[in-house]
């Protein structure tokens, strides 16, 4: 693939390189929505209401920043699945545990879920500097978000 970094050029080379790195970032973020939602209703023990409340805010999080990475992808001209059977075949984030668990497991494995998440932005933010340093920008914002809400959840179990 040929480089652009123009981020004023909207040519469909630019447009095809901005989906392939953040359409699996969108796919991640959703599959976080759902599944940090799940996380949400099924914790508990004693730190319930700060956990339960901590993965609210996750959970928005993710849903705003999966919205600012596929509106990039649809202001540059090309479509976006995120279905949900296509989240589902797609994610790269580990499959969350069924049913009730204590807030330091809930915890351990959002955790898991974001840091899963992170490799596949980290991803698109390496790629997008040889394509688009806009939707690089939108990466790096989310990255720099999906950092701070693992540090946040982190700090509950971290001794």
Request: charged share 20%; net charge negative; aromatic share 4%.
């Amino acid at each position: 693939m040929a480089t652009t970094k123009s981020s004023t050029a909207t040519t469909s080379e630019l447009a095809s390189g901005a989906s392939q790195f953040l359409t699996p970032v969108v796919i991640d973020l959703e599959a976080l929505v759902v599944n940090g939602k799940q996380a949400h209703w099924h914790t508990r023990g004693g730190s319930f209401i700060g956990v339960h409340e901590l993965l609210d805010d996750v959970v928005a999080h993710a849903q705003e920043y999966a919205d600012t990475a596929a509106e990039r992808v649809v202001a540059l001209g090309l479509p976006l699945d995120s279905r949900l059977q296509t989240v589902a075949e797609k994610t790269t984030l580990p499959a969350l545990s069924e049913g009730f668990q204590q807030w330091p497991d809930t915890v351990a494995e959002v955790v898991a879920q974001l840091d899963a998440a992170l490799v596949t932005v980290r991803t698109a933010i390496k790629g997008l500097d040889e394509v688009d340093l806009s939707s690089q920008d939108v990466a790096i914002e989310i990255e720099r978000g999906l950092t701070k809400d693992r540090w946040l959840l982190e700090a509950h179990i971290a001794g």
